[in-house]
């Protein structure tokens, strides 16, 4: 198990890609969070195993239509939340 921090911006908020990026964890097992962040971007924080949460950043590169992606930051931690579920925060 493994934890990863993303920080997604670009058209991201008002999107429904939290909702998305809820959906895609939720298809993989994975556990955690997804929250708007002032600055327009999105911060989602997500636990699983290695191989899901590397498909799970490469459906986060491109998101749902029609956010646009423009910069994307991760950064994989063997330390864990323990997330119990995937939740959107506001």
């Not at 964890?25 to 999105?42: F, H, Q, V, W």
Request: glycine fraction near 8%.
């Amino acid at each position: 198990m493994k934890h990863i921090s993303i920080k997604i911006s670009g058209q991201v908020q008002g999107v429904f890609f939290r909702a998305s990026a809820k959906e895609e964890a939720e298809s993989r097992g994975l556990t955690g969070i997804a929250r708007n962040e002032p600055d327009g971007s999105i911060s989602i924080e997500a636990e699983g195993p290695q191989d899901k949460l590397e498909d799970y950043l490469n459906w986060c590169r491109h998101g749902n239509s029609p956010a646009r992606v423009t910069g994307m930051e991760f950064l994989f931690s063997d330390e864990l939340k323990n997330f119990t579920d995937f939740t959107i925060q506001r």
